[in-house]
Nanobody, 119 residues
Framework: VQLQASGGGLVQAGGSLTLSCAAS????????MAWYRQAPAKQRELVAT???????NYADSVKGRFTISRGNTKNTVYLQMNGLKPEDTAVYYC??????????????WGQGTQVTVSS
């Protein structure tokens, strides 16, 4: 199983970006998915989560600006980021709780995509 993240880049403050993360390989089902980020010299932090039915949760720092969603097949997760601020600069990682088969469950991480917001 692999998670492939994409969509990062350089944007000016106030701009927008959309990150995507797609799961590939052989698996039974994906449960919760999430986005994390890690800024230089800081710990990795949770940005947003989404359950399989679609319930969402956000870090206070991104509420009202970021939107997490999943594709129709539930195997892809998106992060729409609006009103970007320089403090949003970080490497963004997707994360998924995946059943490889019934009774076998593990957490997988994508490779990270860089988001840089200039002031």
């Amino acid at each position: 199983v692999q998670l492939q993240a994409s969509g990062g880049g350089l944007v000016q403050a106030g701009g927008s970006l959309t990150l995507s993360c797609a799961a590939s390989g052989r698996f039974f089902r994906i449960n919760d998915m999430a986005w994390y980020r890690q800024a230089p010299a800081k710990q990795r932090e949770l940005v947003a989560t989404i359950t399989r039915p679609g319930s969402t949760n956000y870090a206070d720092s991104v509420k009202g600006r970021f939107t997490i969603s999943r594709g129709n097949t539930k195997n892809t997760v998106y992060l729409q980021m609006n009103g970007l601020k320089p403090e949003d600069t970080a490497v963004y990682y997707c994360n998924a709780d995946i059943y490889i088969r019934l009774g076998s469950r593990d957490v997988y991480w994508g490779q990270g995509t860089q988001v840089t917001v200039s002031s």
